[in-house]
């Protein structure tokens, strides 16, 4: 199957980057299925590239730019080996403290619509995209050939990833293996992974080095962790000496894995109490109770259409933050939608800092760690932004 582009809009494709839009295509030779591997021709029927067809705004996911290279067990073994190999250079693989880390990140590890997580010896894949939904067993198998012994188990979590118009019925379950053992070390501490029900593939592990930081600011101090999910903020909080920690979720399964995570660490700790309220209507009872703040929403615009209605809630969780942290207090505040720029998020902060009236100075600017890398020729995989802000 051959897609064949309008003139001119193979100038992206020429900078390597991994989508070709709806928009961009004059017309297709045959009839492609949705995940179909397709060869992308230029308006002058030369080759460009080749990836998975999808019905929708993003219409085709590169997968290779070379006309020879085809996309077979070999093809998915060498690109896992690389994402391996990356993740072995930047120390994240043999630490005898922690074996929780992204395996691969899609368009950032050159397999777009592709997600792997490492639990422990389980590792966890998630497919976006249909074409990847139909390669999961020979994937499957290639991680087992890169992985060898270090994994025992692979999860396919997808349910609710893929597009529901795909009629795919994607069902989550073991493609290997079968182990209910989900505790995994991040950084000496110990997470249940809900890989089974949990959202994403069980743990947010893009925060990994901003909880780390956390740690270091909370010691003697009164914090809250809103949006809590399963207490990570809360768990590197208590190792940081702070003086009381509460967790604050709208979700009473999210608390109960937040209790279950601080449990599994700090065992009949009462420095820690969480709550089950909706985030807004907590901040409006707390006074100045607290001098450092988590704000860790989720998605507020999962797409552009969106984005207005995102800006204006991030606008509002903040001022009330700034409204209620003590003087000298610290802001952990973050937004992970793709479709809301650092520059946007930063204006939106920026405007809630000025309204409430308080003194703010910038002391991080934050962004996901090395394990979830971002592709040069693919800048929109710069998804999670964040700010640590010092509030007189």
Known sequence: MIVYLKPGKEESLKRFHPWVFSGAIARIDGKPEEGELVDIYTSHKEFIAKGHFQIGSIAVRVLSFERDEAIDRDFWRR????????????????????NTYRLVHGEGDNLPGLIIDIYARTA?????????????????????????????????KS???????????????????GSIDNVALEYGLKFHIDWLKGQKTGFFIDQRENRALLERYAHGRTVLNMFCYTGGFSVYAMRG????????????????????????NFLGDNRHEAF???????????????????????????HRDALRNALQGYRKLNVKAFEKI???????????????????????VFTAAAISG????????LTQPADHPVNIYHPEGEYLKGLVLYVE
């Open 79 to 98: 690109r896992l080996q690389l994402a391996y190999r990356m993740r072995c250079g930047i120390g994240l693989t043999h630490l005898s403290d922690h």
């Open 276 to 302: 089950v309220e909706d985030a807004f209507k907590y901040l409006d009872t707390i006074d100045d109770r607290y001098d450092l703040i988590v704000l860790d929403p989720p998605a507020f615009a999962k």
């Open 358 to 365: 308080r003194s703010v100075r910038i002391l991080h600017q």
């Open 159 to 177: 349910e609710t990833t893929l597009p529901f118009k795909a009629d795919l019925y994607p069902e989550n379950g073991f493609l290997r293996g």
């Open 326 to 348: 003590r003087s000298g207090g610290i802001l952990f505040t973050f937004s992970c939608s793709q479709a809301v720029s650092r520059e946007t998020f930063r204006t939106a």
């Open 124 to 156: 966890v894949m998630q497919a976006h995209s249909v074409g990847m939904h139909l390669c999961r067993m020979k994937i499957a198998e290639a991680l087992c050939e890169v992985m060898g012994d270090r994994i025992d188990n692979i999860y396919y």
């Open 241 to 264: 000496n702070a003086r009381q920690v509460h967790s604050v979720d709208s979700s009473a399964k999210a608390i109960d894995l937040t209790n279950k995570n601080v449990a599994l």
